[in-house]
């Protein structure tokens, strides 16, 4: 009988229980993307909606709960990196290349999980970099703050935020292949989820996978319809 | 029929392999595709040449032992089936046929088209069997077992142990073959005393024989001559973390 710390030290290093951890913070990145969605949608909305949105997300518990919600997401993300990256890293050193290559029917999506996973990366440090730590532009500034009915002090003006970000074509078209890229992502790792938690069947494979490309469909059709609408239609402007 | 084959020639363990071209002229549309080798081998032969190696041993399709991964498909283009009992009809006349070994690190080739795979006996001996006294054998139905367990289990252990699911990995996985194994025992009563035991050695070394990590793509279960479905390792996911579970904390 091995002690409890080597038993989970085994675990993390087994490739089992990599790819439980790996789905397990999926999940929690897979729970946080319609509420993300959800939210970025109220743009629709008018600028009121969004703006009161913003400022009830930053007061929510004292503001404690945006930091435990950025915390716990950048705990996943980070975990989910590196063990993919460690998983893929021994998957490449255990193939030997053949002369002949073919595929039966591994789907596109889930041979190309390192680079849609990479892009989404290089996507989200530049989304932090722009949003959330506003480098490199005056969202901090005068000219982004905004009256909103209900308060005294002035907030911040995610509205305007949102509207001149997409307004500048570069960052759309990034923006634009990360979430295509995402979409895909989320399509073979929505039906893996199940399969590595070990409760897909023969039964339900065809469901799980179905769900997956919903689930992705839907989000990438959120997504995309918010710089569609500002860059290409001038909703906002 | 006559053919063009490319063929991973190597001449031990250490040398590099390279193709080879030969041409099978004459070969009868009713011959076994190992036939077709051995045609090929006899005129190799009297040529004074060195045949081409390759596994094989009942020809029947039961005993896992011929291999060959044909135009990058492990057990060639048809489902369900071994090497051996493919059979020539199913190539055109003319065609180029691309015999490559089993690829994979951890089944490294001893020579041509033979490859090394006793990292799998290995894995079987961390846990895929049980514990019982010897002696007189016990009445054959003497435990109940629902109909439905021992399905899944005769299911599982159908797999002939040949390694095309490691071959056809993108990520040289040997899930498939180590899920098979172990749900085959886990699904019986008789396999339930050692089933933590067993899960968590046969991972353990499935992982240091240096095979790769499944990433859910299935190529395994498309190129199974035994058809083994991925449910063995959904079950193989699943009793590993109970497994480590209770490892840890009972
Ligand atoms: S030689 Fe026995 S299964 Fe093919």
């Known amino acids: 009988m091995k002690s409890f710390t080597r038993t989970i030290g085994s675990f993390w290093n087994s490739s089992i229980g990599k790819k439980i951890l790996v789905a397990l913070t999926g999940i929690a990145l897979l729970l946080f993307l319609p509420a993300h969605l959800a939210g970025n949608l109220l743009v629709f909305a008018g600028p009121d909606a969004l703006n009161e949105y913003g400022v009830w997300l930053h007061e929510l518990g004292h503001g404690t709960a945006i930091w435990f919600a950025r915390l716990g997401l950048l705990s996943a993300f980070i975990i989910h990196l590196i063990l993919t990256v460690q998983l893929t890293a021994a998957n490449r050193a255990a193939r030997t290349d053949y002369a002949y290559p073919s595929t039966v029917q591994a789907s596109r999506s889930s041979r190309s999980m390192m680079w849609s996973g990479l892009t989404i990366l290089a996507f989200i440090i530049y989304h932090l970099l722009h949003f959330t730590l506003r480098v490199g532009n005056d969202y901090d500034g005068e000219s982004y703050q905004t009256t909103l009915p209900g308060h005294q002090e002035k907030v911040h003006n995610v509205y305007k935020m949102m509207i001149d970000g997409f307004s500048w074509t570069p960052a759309s078209i990034f923006y634009l292949i990360a979430v295509t890229l995402l979409c895909s992502h989320l399509s073979h790792g929505f039906a893996s989820v199940f399969q590595t938690l070990g409760v897909r069947s023969s039964k339900t494979s065809a469901l799980s996978g179905k769900l997956g490309w919903a689930y992705a469909i839907i989000i990438w059709l959120g997504f995309v319809s918010i710089p569609i609408a500002i860059w290409i239609f001038g909703y906002g402007s | 029929m006559n053919l063009t084959l490319k063929v991973w020639r190597q001449e031990n363990r250490k040398a590099s392999g390279r193709m080879e071209t030969y041409h099978a002229k004459d070969i009868p549309q009713e011959a076994s595709f190992l ?216």
Request: glycine letters at 6%; a negative charge.
């Open chain 2, 35 to 250: 036939e077709m080798l051995d045609i090929v081998n006899e005129r190799i032969i009297s040529d004074g040449g060195d045949p081409i190696h390759f596994d094989h041993d009942c020809r029947e399709g039961i005993c896992g032992m011929c291999s060959l991964t044909i135009n990058g498909i492990p057990h060639g283009p048809k489902r369900a089936t071994t090497t051996c009992q493919l059979h020539m009809r199913h190539f055109q006349d003319g065609e180029t046929i691309w015999i490559e070994p089993f690829h994979a690190k951890a089944f490294p080739v001893l020579k041509d088209l033979i490859v090394d795979r006793t990292a799998f006996d290995r894995v079987i001996e961390a846990g895929g069997f049980i514990s019982v006294r010897a002696g007189s054998a016990v009445d054959a139905n003497a435990i109940p077992i629902p109909k439905q367990d021992a399905d899944l289990a005769f299911e599982a252990a159908a797999c002939i142990g040949c390694g095309a699911c490691v071959a056809a990995c993108k990520n040289a996985s040997a899930m498939l073959f180590v899920s098979a194994k172990a749900s085959h025992l886990n699904h019986l009563p008789q396999g339930e005393p050692e089933k933590t035991r067993r899960v968590l050695s046969m991972v353990a070394r499935m992982d240091s024989e240096g095979f790769g990590n499944c990433t859910n793509q299935y190529e395994c279960v498309a190129v199974c001559p035994k058809s083994i479905p991925a449910d063995n390792i959904a079950k193989l996911n699943r009793d590993y973390a109970l497994a480590t579970m209770k490892e840890a904390l009972l």
